[in-house]
């Protein structure tokens, strides 16, 4: 760290001190100077400023009008900020890349208000999609319509025919929101060898209109002959298809991102065919913002393939990296999965669930250790956690430098107030997701009571105080990818929709948590030297709002606008 403070401080003064210096005079310029702007850099040296110029993807300066415009050249791009708010670009500390372009590529009806408007989704999906490939999306919901659909209706679903008539040459799958039926059209009925004369299969039904002709809608074991149908497209497609439909779900994920002023996102775990296909784009230039990824297989294939290349540090001009290797100890609280110290308060004969035998994860720990890998694990529940912990605990007897491996309890969210300043003591870090605290709200004191939930839920404040390092995150698709609601969830605890308040004294600060999004999560990534703060010798990664996330009221972090995401120094969305 001491030398690129060094190195920029001499970029500087040389920059300054132009003819000065003896031989051909070399005036440093920026190829860009972003300015007019109420900048928090993260440093605490100088932790605020007015402009920053950037020079190959990197910081030069950052200060005043003066030390920014001294670097001004003939071609140096300037960009007038005209007041917003610049901070460090988000990084999303646990998140699915792929997962999340997969949902994005597929359509949503959670939000659809008439059978007209999925209709109508269903057709610009249609145009934009090749002919003969599958259209798939779920979410739809009769009883949320405004208004009930036109024509024929029978139990108060419409038939397919308007649906057919805009997807002729698509067959098209539409997913309920129950998950206990779904809406074919005309083609995949076809595909599915569906007529009139098609019987009901047992446990489930084809609902069907006065002539007996099927109006596209399957019910519970009825499904299975639209699913088969799409089974069989998907068996039939080839291993550069599937490679298309996966690059095409990448690209879908970075524009999301980038729009969310999103400019790294750490992965938490990927397969070793994704992560190669990650380091090829990112050496071809083709990754917009940058990824760090996780592996997540079994023991087996994991002790083969790590011997091969890993880990992979900032390919593509930093723009992957993998180097960390994911397992779990549990599931997820909602559906009893979390891996408890003591039964379920509504359940109390059950403590959740041990996903991954202890003596695996002890093994893939040792893998991480011979191969110099983070290890990320998966614990929700105050016993997976107590049973992590333990298990660096144990490792760091016999070598001591585990505790600078910067381990990771991937969520760390119910936590014994014991095992909190163990995190801090053993160097384990808390990558926690904001959002879910609030998402999860409602149910939690149902399954933890008061005491737990109080002293032990979500409690980065206690971490925090106990000296260790917390990062922030969606977890998305699980949740939306938008960093400012999860940075929202973090400094109130207050949910949005009903006004609901989980604890709030283990609330962050505005401060403290624009660095559980940036400073935190690059030094939980080794990263710490290129990103999470905007000093000289960075990368230029930054977002700029339309809020101040320091002195704007609650409500307005929810109002803030991502106006622009710089990714080394170039403009990656703009908003328009
Ligand atoms: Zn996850």
Known sequence: MKSIHWL???????ALAGGCTSGPAVKETADAIFYNAVVHTVDPQQPKAWGIAVKAGRIIAV??????????????????LQGAFVMPGFIDGHAHFSGLGASLQNLNFLKSRSWDEIVAQVAAKAAGTPKGQWITGRGWHQEKWDSAPGGISIDGYPSHHTLSAVSAEHPVLLRHASGHSLFANARAMELAGVSAETPDPAGGRILRDSKGNPIGVFEERAMALINDAYDAYLAGLSDEALKQEWLAGIALAEE????????????????????????????????????????????????????KGFPILNAGDRFFTCRAIKSELDGALGAFGAWLLKPYSDNPDFSGQNTTLVSTVDSI??????HNMQLCVHAIGDRANRVFLDIVARLSERRPEIKNMRWRSEH???LDPADIPRFAQLGVIASMQGVHCTSDAPFVVKRLGDDRAQKGAYAWRSLL???????????????DVDPLLSFYATVTRRRPDTGLIFYPEQALTREEAIYSYTYAPAYAAFEETDKGSLIVGKLADMVVLSNNLLTCNDDDILKTQVLMTVVGGAVK???K
């Open 256 to 307: 999301e991102c980038l729009r969310k002023g999103i400019t790294s996102f750490q992965d938490a775990g990927s397969s070793f065919d994704e992560i190669a296909w990650y380091k090829d784009l990112a050496e071809k230039g083709e990754l917009d913002l940058r990824l760090w990824a996780m592996v997540r297989r079994s023991y087996g294939e994991m002790n083969e393939g790590l011997s």
């Open 8 to 14: 920029g401080a001499m970029v500087a003064l040389l």
């Open 63 to 80: 200060g005043d009008s003066s030390a920014v415009f001294a670097l001004k050249g003939e071609n140096t791009r300037l960009h007038n």
């Open 412 to 414: 760390a969210q119910h």
């Open 365 to 370: 720990a040792e893998l991480a250790m011979r």
């Open 573 to 575: 969305y703009q908003r």
């Open 465 to 479: 105080d106990a000296g260790a390092v917390v990062t922030n995150g969606t977890d998305a698709p699980v949740e």
